[in-house]
């Protein structure tokens, strides 16, 4: 079956300017992830969704930094006024549910989108 | 959060077997251990998830001691595709904390 898709797969954009990065879950995951990953760094958790809301965007660099859910499905990370260091692999992951405490269902990775900022 | 210690490298053999661990002292009750594969230029990929003692699934297993403070990824008889970084994880909640990962290079 279709796994994670992100798009574009790579944007290079210029100081200051608005991006917008897409993320396509595998039908039916109510849970829903982004994170931000630099060169030999592991992944930085960014915020977090169960179905539409934002159950924890603790991870936001700042409120440059924006994320929506609309219907439940498609995600849009959005980056206003971008900076050279907001360069990174942006990675966009999914589960099935988040169970409870403690325990954690798989979360499905999509390859993620390489954004420059020059 | 508590927070996890890898080795930064490991270099192996080709049909070796690679125990990697991975310290966590500060463990909460509730927390699980998870661990991902991660190769260039892909999002990381789920291995296994134990809470304690020890679980196998087709490609690894996970040993954790009683006292959770440390966990073992063993993976055997590795070959050149395993060649990755393996990242270690501890949460309970809603956020996943990566480390800096563990990169395993295996060598013909």
């Known amino acids: 079956g279709a796994g994670v898709s992100q798009t574009p797969s790579n944007k290079v954009t210029e100081k200051g300017k608005y991006v917008e990065l897409r993320c396509d879950p595998i039908?039916?995951?109510?849970?829903l992830y982004w994170y931000r990953q630099s060169l030999g760094q592991g992944p930085e958790f960014l915020i977090y969704f169960q179905g539409t809301g934002a159950a924890d965007d603790s991870g936001l660099p700042n409120d440059r930094f924006f994320a929506v859910r609309p219907e439940g499905s498609v995600s849009t990370l959005k980056i206003q006024r971008t900076e050279r260091g907001d360069s990174a692999v942006y990675l966009c992951a999914s589960s099935l549910t988040f169970i409870g405490t403690g325990d954690r269902d798989e979360q499905f990775f999509g390859p993620g989108t390489r954004l420059t900022v020059l | 959060l508590a927070k996890t210690t890898q080795p930064i490298s490991m270099d192996s053999y080709e049909g070796q077997e690679v125990n990697i661990t991975c310290s966590h002292n500060?463990?909460?009750?509730?927390?699980?251990i998870t661990w991902y594969q991660q190769f260039p230029s892909q999002g990381p990929r789920f291995i296994i998830q134990g809470y304690k003692t020890k679980v196998t699934n087709e490609v690894a297993s996970l040993f954790i001691p009683a006292d959770r403070k440390s966990s073992t990824l063993s993976l055997p008889r590795v070959s050149l595709s395993d060649t990755a970084v393996y990242y270690c994880?501890?949460?309970?909640?809603?956020?996943?904390?990566f480390g800096a990962g563990t990169r395993l290079f295996v060598k013909a």
């Open positions: 994880l501890v949460s309970g909640g809603f956020k996943t904390i």
């Open positions: 039908s039916g995951h109510t849970a």
């Open positions: 500060n463990i909460a009750t509730n927390d699980y």
